[in-house]
């Protein structure tokens, strides 16, 4: 069941040094929202905090509150692979395991977490394919090596495991950026129907794309060089890119800085 995510008061850091300050933010489920702005804002910074990822990071850590359906994800004794099982994640780069064959891919994460009957495990794989719009293609290869798909297959092929273990959330880093003008209308059309039962939160430097496939957007920007990054606006996508309430916003969209 897709969940809501609530930021309040988030502030990011490498070390000493404060990449992301003082987010706030409500993020609905069964929606997609993306996050725009210039390089080395903080977006992807951010959007690796809502699965624990960031922490991963040597001097990685986070300040604030960050709740799925009101329970706090960094609360003493949550555990962050149970985070990451529940908010689920696709990467710029498609990122199959090569020397995996396309099932075994998909399956990668039921096994870890136990599943052994093989009838379950067929079962999964079929329906996360499926619910990739990847089953036609592959379901007479599924033994063949995941490297070997096209990128876009690939991509799709990464979607399918993310959502194999049946998370509640989906972050997408720029999951189109590698990709062709073909592929990334697929991937774009499976966001959408995908946020019927996923809440997806997707990072694209593409406003195009933001424009088509998200219900919410948010602007990132840094104050000034050296400074950390802020979320200046977020809003209905429909009404960031017709009327945004900040300058800096429509500078940015328009083209006149970023």
């Known amino acids: 069941m897709a969940q809501r995510i609530d930021v309040k008061d988030v502030s990011i850091f490498y070390g000493s040094f404060k990449a992301v300050e003082d987010v706030s933010m409500t993020i609905e489920s069964r929606s997609v929202t993306a996050f725009i ?6 977006k992807s910074t951010f959007l690796r905090t ?13 300040e604030g509150t960050i709740e799925l359906n009101g329970r706090d994800l960094y609360a003493n004794g949550t555990d962050p692979v149970a985070v990451r099982r ?11 395991f090569p020397t995996m064959s396309i099932f075994d891919n998909v399956a990668a994460g039921l096994r870890l977490n136990g599943e052994k009957n093989s009838k379950r495990l067929s079962e999964a794989v079929e329906g996360s394919l499926r619910g990739a719009n990847l089953w036609n293609e592959v379901k007479d ?10 990128g876009g297959q690939q991509q799709r092929l990464c979607i399918a495991r993310a959502i194999a273990v049946e998370p509640q959330v989906l972050l997408m880093d720029e999951p189109c950026s590698a990709l062709d003008p073909i592929s990334t209308l697929a991937i774009e059309d ?13 990072v694209t430097h593409n406003m195009q794309q933001a424009a088509r496939v998200s219900d919410r957007t948010g602007f990132f920007n840094l104050q000034a060089t050296g400074k950390p990054g802020h979320l200046i606006e977020m809003d209905d996508t429909t009404k960031i890119f017709s009327n945004p309430r900040e300058k800096a916003t429509e500078d940015y969209i328009s083209g006149r800085f970023g």
């Open 86 to 96: 529940t908010v689920g994640m696709v990467f710029q780069r498609p990122n199959p």
């Open 37 to 42: 702005g210039p390089s080395g804002c903080g």
């Open 190 to 202: 499976l966001i959408c129907q995908l946020k019927q039962d996923y809440t997806i939160v997707i």
């Open 50 to 62: 809502l699965n624990r990822m960031h922490e991963v990071i040597p001097g990685g850590r986070v």
């Open 141 to 150: 290869r599924l033994d063949k090596p995941g490297a070997g798909l096209s």
